[in-house]
């Protein structure tokens, strides 16, 4: 079935730490995105890709990095976590930037202690 | 910038009754607008679009949005809930200008009571 694969699903995470989430897609789709979700801030992007070997910062950028070495994957870096970056991240991915729709990953619990 | 507010957090609703889930946006020009749909420990799902053409939006599972321009409104319908609609909602917008990713609101739970 065509789609998005994240992993881990989970992770804890020590503070200090470096930690790359895994995001494959097998749809061709040119655009890549990195969301994260906290509990009454909705979804906030980090980082995005219009095509690859191109990367955009979102909203919430600051103390995570991307690449985008071909198209079908788009990990997404902590250099060195901290605890703010408890989340649950999502990645997903359109045909074009933000258009028609995103197809959206399962998700990747991280917690940072 | 673009944004989208919804105003609820929450929205209760007996099955069987109408649903509405409220969305304003804000977008220079004329925007493309779409709602997700998250069920408990998935990613988001998508529910239905507006680019162009008629206000009245169709899409999975029975909902529709209309899309009203002067009040700068998408709400979600529909005229039946069911239980299995509780979930989290979201509304999205993106400038057609610019090529530039969807930004969310801060969603809205659904619970529809039996």
């Known amino acids: 079935i065509a789609g998005i694969t994240q992993a881990p699903t989970s992770q804890i995470l020590a503070a200090g730490r470096r930690m790359t989430l895994r995001c494959t897609q097998d749809?061709?789709?040119?655009?890549m995105y990195w969301y994260r979700q906290d509990l009454g801030l909705g979804l906030r992007l980090i980082h995005y890709?219009?095509?690859?070997?191109?990367?955009g910062k979102g909203e919430v950028p600051d103390g995570y990095s991307v690449s985008r070495a071909n198209t079908d994957d788009f990990p997404l870096t902590l250099a060195s976590a901290v605890p703010s970056q408890t989340s649950v991240y999502f990645c997903a991915s359109s045909a074009a930037t933000g258009y028609p729709g995103y197809t959206f990953g399962s998700g990747t619990r991280l917690t940072v202690v | 910038a673009q944004s989208v507010a919804q105003p609820e957090d929450q929205v209760n609703v007996a099955e069987g009754n109408p649903l509405t889930v409220k969305c304003t946006y804000s977008?220079?020009?004329?925007?493309?607008l779409f709602w997700y749909v998250q069920y408990p420990n998935r990613g988001l799902q998508f529910l239905l679009k507006?680019?162009?053409?008629?206000?009245l939006v169709k899409g999975s599972y029975g909902f529709e949005a209309e899309f009203n321009k002067s009040q700068t409104s998408f709400h979600l319908k529909k005229p039946s809930a069911l239980v299995s609609d509780s979930a989290l909602y979201f509304c999205a917008v993106r400038d057609p200008s610019g090529n530039t990713p969807l930004v969310f609101g801060k969603g809205t739970r659904l619970s529809v009571i039996a």
């Open positions: 749809m061709r789709h040119n655009a």
């Open positions: 890709s219009n095509t690859a070997g191109t990367t």
């Open positions: 507006y680019i162009t053409g008629d206000n």
């Open positions: 977008v220079s020009g004329n925007p493309y």
